[in-house]
């Protein structure tokens, strides 16, 4: 059954609302989301909905393959996303990029 749902920390709503942040990363747990489903969005911290998103792909990434590229699409520094990423997925080298659009 895939997911039909994602939450984000409150940290990045703002960027997700504004366009800016088209990508998130995640682990197995979190990789069975349908191509062109749309999935609601929720606050981790208090399960708030924000936005919905039309999933685009799901693509394996090991974590020693992060680039520039993924750090723009997540509207940060690679510095800052490797660091996120340890914080949320400590020594998890198996990773998904889940890209997205928002549609309301
Ligand atoms: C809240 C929750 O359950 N899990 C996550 C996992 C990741 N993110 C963000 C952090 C980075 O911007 C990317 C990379 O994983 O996605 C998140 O907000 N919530």
Redesign the pocket.
């Known amino acids: 059954m895939s997911l039909t749902k994602i939450?984000?920390?409150e940290r990045?709503e703002a960027d997700i609302l504004s366009g800016k942040?088209t990508i998130?990363?995640?682990d197995e747990s979190e990789k069975d989301y349908a191509l062109d489903s749309v999935v609601q969005v929720s606050t981790?911290e208090t399960n708030r909905w924000f936005c919905a998103l039309k999933i685009h792909s799901v693509i394996s990434l090991p974590y020693s393959q992060l680039s520039e590229f993924h750090a723009q699409q997540?509207n940060?520094t690679l510095l800052a996303?490797k660091t996120?990423?340890q914080e949320?997925y400590p020594n998890i080298e198996s990773l998904y990029v889940i890209s997205y659009e928002l549609v309301g």
Do not use: A, D, S
Request: aromatic residues 26%.
């Open positions: 939450t984000f920390f990045f942040k998130t990363i995640r981790y997540e940060m996303l996120v990423i949320i």
